[in-house]
Nanobody
Framework: QVQLVESGGGLVQAGGSLRLSCTLSGSIFSINDVTWYRQAPGKQREWVAMLTNAGSTRYADSVKGRFTISIDYGKNPVYLQMNSLKPEDTAVYYC???????????????WGQGTPVTVSS
């Protein structure tokens, strides 16, 4: 009923920039908090950034000052602008959102399939 699709990943040199997009579709009544996570090879998934329903943003210390989460009017899509990229930012990046479904009026966290980012040194 709800789909999240990430795009924008790829290969970039250290110091470069990428902008990830997360497009939300389906039977969406409302979108509350939106987050980005990442999972590097051999590591656990880690939280990267959050955009709350109130419009506030929060970032992991490892990306603070380099990454920016934002959303277009109408809350679709959600972006993650990544600047000054480092090799340690290499990971698969996932978008997740707390969505209330129109048909059931129930809320839950939904996830995309991820988009890979590789930063070369």
């Amino acid at each position: 009923q709800v789909q999240l699709v990430e795009s924008g990943g790829g290969l970039v040199q250290a110091g470069g920039s990428l902008r990830l997009s997360c497009t939300l579709s389906g039977s969406i009544f409302s979108i509350n908090d939106v987050t980005w996570y990442r999972q590097a090879p051999g590591k656990q998934r880690e939280w990267v950034a959050m955009l709350t329903n109130a419009g506030s943003t929060r970032y992991a210390d490892s990306v603070k000052g380099r990454f920016t989460i934002s959303i277009d009017y109408g809350k679709n899509p959600v972006y993650l602008q990544m600047n000054s990229l480092k090799p340690e930012d290499t990971a698969v990046y996932y978008c997740s959102a707390y969505i209330v479904v129109t048909t059931t009026q129930r809320g839950d966290w939904y996830w995309g399939q991820g988009t890979p980012v590789t930063v070369s040194s």
